[in-house]
Every structure is written in C-alpha cells, then in structure tokens.
C-alpha cells in the first residue's frame, strides 16, 4: 500500500463565493436556511475530496448555527477547511459570511461542523491522509474537533443502547 502524506489544512481549504438571487429568497425577504445548508455540504464536500483525493459522502452536519441574516443581493462568502482527521472520516468546519455588496461590511452568519467519509472504488470507507495542523489556530480546532468527535460516538453507544432497550422489551 502506498504511504500516504500527511497534510495540512491549509492544503484543502475551499472558498466559494454566491450573490443571493431572488430564488434563494424566502417570505420575509431573508435566504432559506436550506439553501445555506446545501451550500455549506458543497463547500465541505470540496474540501473533503482535496484532503483525500476520493469521493467523500456527508455523515453528518453538526452544530449548524444561523447567527445574522442573509439579504438579497448579499455576497456570501463560505470558507471550509478541515478540522481533524479519523482513520477513514475527517470533520470539516464551514464558516458562512455576508458581504453587503454596497458599503463592503462583513457579517458572519452561520457556522456548521460536517463529518464525511472517504469511499474507495467499490464505495467501502478507506483510509485516508492524516491531518498536521500548524498554526495554533489549526491546532486548536484539531483539538476541539477531537472533543466533539468523542461527544458524538459517546452519545451514539447511548442511544444504541436505548434502542436494544426498547428491542429486547419489545419481544
């Protein structure tokens, strides 16, 4: 098997940029949640594929937060860069900001963490390159990325054991 690199973030950080069209709009004049959704899994989706070079599927979107309000005509601006990586799964922070194209003012408006799972040819999970984080910035986002990782699969052993629970009393 071919040793794999270990990267830095810096390596797979993806930047996409929209203008809010009047489709994106909803009732009240604001874009639709479901609409940042979709481009935050497009950007993290990106990013993944550059750290592993493999197709990647989103296993969860995590802690996805709308902070400001995004206008018509508003230019928003996603930044996606990896966080941390498991043996076949990375976590990929999405940042999400506005730009008035008017008066140029910058406003953060949402923020969401994204798990995804590299697959080989036959669409089994496959290893992929370790993170090396750099910058003290880096390193503290490995290390709270590595807290919410140990989070989720604690809170996934609880829930699984409340489903055999239910099973076992089910019978």
């Known amino acids: 098997m071919k040793e794999m690199k270990a990267k ?33 899994d497009l950007a993290a989706a990106a990013c993944a594929n550059r750290h592993t070079r ?11 937060h709308f902070i400001s309000p995004v206008f018509l005509g508003d ?4 930044k996606a860069s ?5 043996k076949t ?6 940042r999400v900001e506005a730009e008035n194209p008017l008066t140029g003012d910058l406003r953060h408006t949402s923020s969401a ?6 697959l080989d040819e ?23 990325a590595l807290g919410r990782r140990k989070e989720k ?8 054991k409340k489903v055999q629970g239910k099973a076992k009393h089910a019978k």
């Open 89 to 94: 799964s990375l976590e990929i922070g999405v």
């Open 153 to 160: 699969l604690k809170y996934k052993k609880q829930r699984l």
């Open 122 to 144: 036959h669409g089994k999970p496959t290893i992929i390159p370790e993170l090396k984080p750099q910058s003290k910035a880096e390193k503290i986002r490995y290390q709270e």
């Open 8 to 40: 830095h973030p810096k390596d797979s950080q993806v930047e996409v940029t929209y203008i809010v069209q009047p489709p994106d709009i909803n009732s009240i004049g604001t874009i639709f949640g479901g609409r940042v959704m979709a481009w935050i």
């Open 113 to 118: 963490y994204l798990t995804f799972v590299a």
């Open 82 to 86: 990896v966080n941390y990586v498991h």
């Open 54 to 64: 493999r197709t990647c599927v989103t296993a969860s979107m995590d802690a996805l």
């Open 75 to 78: 230019i928003v601006i996603l």
